[in-house]
């Protein structure tokens, strides 16, 4: 079946660093979304991507959908302690449910 | 504001006792609806899929008559975990699909004592 791949599952950084965590699947995805979870919180829906290629930006974090559409990337820039949190990708494909790679937890020190 | 409610947020429960938590689609009709799994520091993982008016379709290794889902309303699915035991502690999220995108209930936090 569909597998979501996602790396690295840890990640510190300084603040002011920057971080990125990559997402991979096993077959092609009609869309792919991120998702940040606080601990103790639910999946917060950050974007979806749809195109392939496709790259969108929300303030300091950067989404990428690969041209084949079935890797995808986050990146922020200039980590915050704002930023700590687990990142999940999830994968979309027509008729199915939302597969989540298993998440890279986040942490920065100030 | 919410467009898919969660009921409730968390419960606490003894051993050997049911639980059953509501998942709602609020703006929305929702033909399927999706319940996920998340045990500590781990990913949501898929249990099954709730569909209105039918059977749901469980993932493998979930059991279906542990994991009681009903969705027999375009609106509401609910799943019933029976005999509860510490294992099960977990928390339990629904989420359902409108034309745009996935929305994700606030997740119920479930602790079997």
């Known amino acids: 079946g569909q597998q979501v791949m996602q790396i690295p599952q840890y990640q510190h950084v300084q603040e002011g660093e920057d971080f990125t965590t990559y997402c991979n699947s096993s077959?092609?995805?009609?869309?792919i979304q991120w998702y940040k979870q606080r601990p103790g919180g639910h999946p917060v829906f950050l974007i979806q991507?749809?195109?392939?290629?496709e790259v969108k930006k929300q303030k300091r974090l950067t989404f990428q959908f690969g041209e084949a559409k079935k890797n995808s990337s986050l990146h922020i820039t200039a980590t915050q302690t704002t930023d700590v949190g687990t990142y999940f990708c999830?994968?979309?494909?027509?008729?199915?449910?939302?597969?989540f790679g298993k998440g890279t937890t986040l942490s920065v020190s100030s | 504001g919410a467009v898919v409610s969660q009921h409730p947020s968390w419960v606490i429960c003894k051993s050997g006792t049911s639980v059953k938590i509501e998942c709602r689609s609020l703006?929305?009709?929702?033909?399927?609806m999706f319940w996920y799994r998340q045990f500590p520091k781990q990913s949501l993982m898929l249990m099954a899929t709730?569909?209105?008016?039918?059977?749901?379709?469980?993932e493998q290794g979930v059991e279906k008559d542990k994991f009681l889902i009903n969705h027999a309303s375009l609106t509401l699915s609910t799943l019933t975990v029976t005999s509860a035991h510490p294992e099960d502690s977990s928390f339990y999220i629904c989420?359902?699909?409108?034309?745009?995108?996935?929305?994700f209930g606030q997740g119920t936090r479930l602790t079997v004592v």
């Open positions: 077959t092609t995805l009609s869309n």
């Open positions: 989420s359902a699909r409108d034309p745009s995108r996935v929305h």
């Open positions: 991507l749809v195109k392939s290629g």
């Open positions: 709730s569909n209105e008016g039918s059977k749901a379709t469980y």
């Open positions: 999830a994968g979309y494909q027509a008729g199915t449910a939302l597969i």
């Open positions: 703006d929305f009709q929702a033909t399927t």
